[in-house]
């Protein structure tokens, strides 16, 4: 499988990344250099193989529902580019 | 006075309790080496002289009532992938810009508990992502080696260049650093330097900025085999605020450095034979085959037939947990913003001018892989693939064999700007190809310096272990070690 023009735009849309026009070629070339690799793997025959969930064979922990930590708001904004009152400043969503 | 910074990890710590010298002056000797080497290596990305003043004299207060941890007063260098409280952890990425954070990562903690001293942040690839440590924002990491009569500036390896120069380079006396792919052995195996991953689960990864959870572990660079046991001793251990972190007790990894390799299976995988390998590569494996046996070892050859589709089901394993984890960079919560015109062209911005090509070209692949129609062919076929390459490791184990001994590259280091590797993503990827299976399987694999090529540059093998076997590793390794008898010091130049 390879990827067009369009389809690099659409991915860059997807993983929100700004793909500017003059970007795409270079891009293209580059993700079917790595799609063309990967393309080896429909040579293994996998029927009756399960997919890997966890590489060590252990049950994921579960502790209780309880608040445990937190209260600090001013640490969590404290890197924000732009913050008030302790809330994450962004361009307006909703008109 | 004899050079603080060439003394070993372990001789170090002897010294320090002895008294024969204080931390302060151990890390004013590395704070001293770090400003006159690092203009010309890069090794460093922050250097944090009053905190490793601080730590050091609070160091030398224990020592001196004969108290301290493991590690006491022993100064070290950071990966700048580990959230260190109030300083520098960028990931060596534009995104990451300024970030500081207000929580310190598990395996730091454990270092500090235990004495450390933290002299600075290590320089990397973007996210970890890279083989010759050149995608760092904050420019390439020169090796500390050159070749034999020539002055080109080769690479560390990566990711975990920075780390693996500065050990080279005695800029720090160990280092952290993680490996997802291959990024603490490869450029252990470039530098002359030993480097060990873990089981996964071994170290806790809260705190590490993730690049594909399901792979990333942390481990230790050293000058020896014996420094990365000592390190590897403080890092490891259960956590509760990472769920995959393993309850097992840590053995005292120092104590079978020194065990041997008497009675012990050591397995060589045919699939390693690489056609186009350097006949000084194959020469190396033999040798070190040797080296085992004549300390009692027996060799076994084995197959690992699924070897080739590691690296192209990492290609597609690790973009796509990539492209999630580094969703979370769009100029809200921490680090660079660039302005849009809406919120969608603030994300779109912020993420084109803050992220690098090689970590761009990830996330696109990773979203790629995992988009509608499309995650059944690549993401869980290669995660079945991911499967079938565990299970040959379990066969080779279950038939009596304790240790697999493989080359850790297919070359050793290159030049800095290297036009092949530069102009085809899929060539730099290869530097990964003996390292990645070991990932991919969740194996402990550790790199130790075995040899030089004919230009004089660092080669070396890898051992790759059962699961939560690190001591057999650290045993092997030492008898390799031993037995190559030879300097990795790189003669000064910088």
């Given at each position: 499988m390879s990827v067009d023009a369009t389809t690099v735009k659409r991915i860059g849309r997807l993983a929100r990344i700004r793909i500017e026009e003059n970007e795409v070629a270079a891009y293209q070339s580059e993700l079917n250099a790595i799609l063309g690799f990967v393309e080896?793997?429909?040579?293994?025959?996998?029927?009756?193989v399960e997919p890997m969930t966890?590489?060590?064979?252990m049950e994921l922990r579960r502790r209780e529902d309880?608040?445990?930590?937190?209260?600090?708001p001013e640490k969590i904004v404290a890197n924000a580019p732009l913050s008030e009152d302790n809330f994450f400043m962004v361009p307006k969503v909703v008109e | 006075m004899t050079d603080l910074t060439k003394l070993t990890l372990a001789d170090a710590r002897k010294g320090l309790k002895a008294k024969d010298f204080t931390s302060v002056e151990l890390t004013q000797a590395y704070l001293d080496a770090i400003e006159s080497a690092n203009p010309s290596?890069?090794?460093?990305?922050?250097?944090?002289p009053e905190q490793a003043t601080e730590m050091a004299k609070a160091s030398d207060e224990k020592l001196a009532k004969g108290e301290g941890g493991a590690l006491e007063g022993i100064p070290l260098g950071i990966k700048d992938l580990f959230a260190t409280k109030g300083a520098h952890t960028q990931a060596?990425?534009?995104?990451?810009?300024?970030f500081k954070p207000e929580y310190e990562s598990s395996v730091t903690a454990n270092l500090w508990r235990d004495g450390a001293v933290m002299l600075g942040k290590l320089n990397m690839d973007e996210f970890a992502?890279?083989?010759?440590?050149?995608?760092s924002y904050y420019g390439p990491v020169v090796s500390p080696f050159r070749a034999q009569g020539s002055n080109a500036n080769l690479v560390p390896g990566g990711s975990s260049g920075g780390s693996a120069a500065a050990v080279a380079a005695w800029l720090c006396a160990g280092a952290t650093a993680t490996d997802t792919g291959g990024s603490i052995r490869q450029p252990a195996a470039f530098t002359g330097t030993v480097g060990i991953k873990p089981t996964?689960?071994?170290?806790?990864?809260?705190g590490i900025v993730a690049f594909a959870s399901s792979l990333d572990q942390a481990g230790p660079i050293a000058r020896t085999v014996e420094d990365a046991a000592i390190l590897m001793t403080s890092m490891a251990g259960y956590d509760?605020?990472?769920?995959?972190?393993?309850d097992l007790p840590v053995p005292d990894f120092a104590a079978a450095v020194?065990?041997?390799?008497?009675g012990l299976t050591i397995g060589v995988p045919?699939?390693?034979?690489?056609?186009?390998?350097p006949e000084e590569i194959e020469a190396l494996w033999k040798q070190g085959l040797e080296w085992l046996k004549a300390e009692g070892a027996s060799v076994k050859d084995i197959s690992l037939p699924h070897t080739k589709y590691a690296l192209p089901a990492y290609y597609i394993v690790a973009p796509a947990e990539a492209s999630s984890n580094l969703a979370?960079?769009?100029?809200?919560?921490?680090g660079l913003r660039v302005s849009g015109k809406d919120i969608t062209d603030m994300y779109e911005l912020t993420r084109a001018a803050g992220f690098g090509r090689e970590v761009k070209r990830r996330i696109m692949i990773g979203t790629y892989v995992l988009s509608a129609g499309y995650y059944d062919a690549y993401y869980v076929r290669a995660q079945k693939v991911r499967t079938l390459i565990k299970r040959d490791f379990e066969t080779a184990f279950n038939d009596g064999v304790d240790a697999i001994l493989t080359?850790?590259?297919?070359?050793a280091a290159f030049g800095v700007g290297d036009e092949d590797m530069n102009a085809d993503p899929v060539k730099m990827y290869l530097n990964d190809v003996f390292t990645v299976t070991v990932n991919m399987a969740g194996l402990p694999g550790i790199a130790v310096p075995a040899g030089k090529d004919g230009k004089g540059l660092p080669l070396g093998l890898q051992l790759i272990g059962k699961p939560f076997d690190e001591e057999t590793l650290f045993a092997a390794s030492r008898v390799i070690e031993k037995s190559a008898g030879l300097d990795f010091s790189p003669t000064r130049w910088w």
């Open positions: 080896q793997l429909g040579e293994v025959d996998v029927s009756g966890s590489v060590t064979p309880a608040v445990t930590d937190g209260d600090y | 290596l890069n090794a460093y990305v922050a250097v944090t060596a990425s534009h995104i990451l810009d300024g992502m890279g083989s010759s440590n050149e995608t996964y689960g071994r170290c806790s990864r809260w509760p605020k990472d769920s995959t972190s393993v020194e065990r041997g390799v008497k045919r699939e390693y034979r690489m056609d186009g390998m979370r960079y769009d100029g809200v919560k921490y080359p850790a590259t297919p070359s």
